[in-house]
């Protein structure tokens, strides 16, 4: 079935574009080519190496196809990289790799603010934030409920270690009930279950990722937006993991807007990491990376202030707790924009304090502890558009003998026409892993939208 599905996709897909040259059509084109240098940090090694890849983005939306409800989204990436076969013994002279990220037809009807999709889709419902390869509906109900679902087959991705398998069943499907009152309140419940997790098969001579097997991905939970009053909104969820029989997450924010020129906020997370990654064998059985980090709280808070309609000022900070250590991230960001919006520019400082065992691993001797502060700005006209961005990092102890990690960059553009524009960039930096690090790309864009004459 997964196989016969993804078979059938990219000739729908395909099928559909005659018909999409006819419709309201927008075109997404852009086209890198990247050169990088990197000579590793005596520390780390001796060599150089040369990557040349060449990457295209492509996208495409057609609205208004048959009888104007039917519409085709797609992006897609492709990528043909050169290797230097000198630093990377072995390798070969280019390989070829690309991906479909969504692909997809939808269906709007005209009540009920109802939809349908069919192809490779994102799903983002409540607790709920899958890829699949199926169908998709949603529809408003009376008196302020709603209800949507979806089905098909999971997207499998990169497999674990030197097993056969990344982890995922073939099947899953899942779903959303939801009430909703005016503008000030809005509760679902949702859910999502995926079929048995595959046991993993290792290659001749290989070894297993971990001692054990993968979890089943089956999570249900609810959400919650609640908005009392202009000046406060409360939006989160919580999931529940139907397999462990634990509480995986919680998520909230608060958001306070206490004059039009200041907004302050505040957020909890809570993971426990087993029941939210079960899917992962890292914490899906008994094994010695099971008892590190069995749960996880972030909380904190920030505000951002106004100064002027040309400038703003914001400031944070966040309190991280595991079993196994604590850190602290604090700082602020200063950003301003000028010539109405053409000019923008900011700096901003953080610092991360953490605690000598809050690494997964710990090292005697070694900190998380660092320094961080950048500088940006950016120029956009209707004719070019140039950017600086500096951006440094200052270790509290040594990292492979370094004790900071800076990256320059210098990006220009000319727009040949209102839908073309070509641009480079250039940066260079130095950080423990490589003593020299040089990178540069070439960018042309192109963005068009057109429709039946």
Not at 355 to 361: D, E, I
Not at 373 to 384: F, L, Q
Request: proline share 4%; with cysteine; aromatic share 10%.
């Amino acid at each position: 079935m997964k196989k016969r599905l993804c078979r059938l996709l990219p000739p729908l897909l395909l099928a559909a574009l005659p018909a999409a040259a006819l419709a309201e059509t927008t075109v997404d084109s852009t086209t890198i080519l990247r050169v990088q240098q990197e000579a590793q940090s005596p520390a780390i090694g001796t060599g150089n190496k040369t990557l040349t890849p060449i990457t295209e983005y492509l996208g495409v939306d057609a609205d208004k196809l048959g009888d104007g409800n039917l519409s085709l989204h797609m992006l897609g990436w492709g990528q043909l990289e050169f290797a230097d076969r000198d630093a990377v013994p072995g390798s070969a002279d280019r390989s070829i790799d690309g991906k479909l990220t969504y692909g997809y037809l939808q269906y709007r009807l005209a009540n009920a603010n109802a939809q349908a999709r069919a192809g490779r889709v994102f799903i983002t419902e409540g607790i709920v934030n899958e890829q699949i390869d199926g169908v998709s509906a949603r529809t408003d109900l009376p008196y302020g409920f709603g209800v949507s679902t979806f089905g098909g087959a999971t997207v499998h991705t990169v497999k674990i270690g030197e097993t056969n398998t990344d982890g995922k069943g073939d099947g899953i499907f899942g779903g959303r009930v939801n009430y909703r009152y005016r503008g000030l309140l809005e509760v679902g419940l949702s859910g999502v279950y995926e079929s048995a997790a595959p046991t993993p098969l290792v290659a001749p001579g290989g070894t297993p990722p971990l001692n054990g097997s993968f979890g089943n991905h089956r999570l249900v939970g609810g959400d919650l937006f609640v908005r009392p009053l202009d000046l406060v909104q409360i939006s989160g969820h919580t999931s529940f993991n139907t397999e462990t029989e634990q509480v995986a997450e919680h998520s909230y924010l608060l958001q306070l807007t206490l004059r039009k020129d200041l907004v302050v906020t505040g957020n909890y997370d809570f993971h426990h990491d087993r029941d939210l990654f079960y899917s992962s064998p890292l914490f899906s059985s008994a094994n010695l990376l099971k008892s590190l980090t069995q749960q996880s709280k972030v909380y904190g808070g920030g505000a951002t202030y106004t100064i002027n309609k040309n400038l703003d000022l914001s400031g944070d900070f966040k309190q991280y707790k595991r079993d196994i250590g604590e850190a602290q991230r604090f700082g602020g960001d200063l950003r301003g924009n000028y010539l109405d919006n053409a000019l923008r520019a900011g700096l901003s400082y953080h610092y991360l304090r953490a605690s000598a065992n809050f690494a997964v691993v710990p090292v005697a001797g070694a900190s998380g502890s660092f320094h961080e502060g950048r500088v940006w700005a950016m120029h956009d006209t209707k004719t070019y558009v140039a950017s600086v961005d500096f951006i440094d990092y200052v270790f509290k102890e040594p990292v492979e003998d370094k004790r900071y990690a800076w990256e320059g960059q210098a990006s220009v553009g000319y727009h040949l026409t209102p839908e073309v524009t070509v641009s480079g960039d250039i940066s260079y930096g130095q950080n423990p892993q490589y003593r020299d690090e040089t990178k540069g790309l070439v960018r042309l864009t192109y963005n068009a939208k057109g429709g039946a004459k």
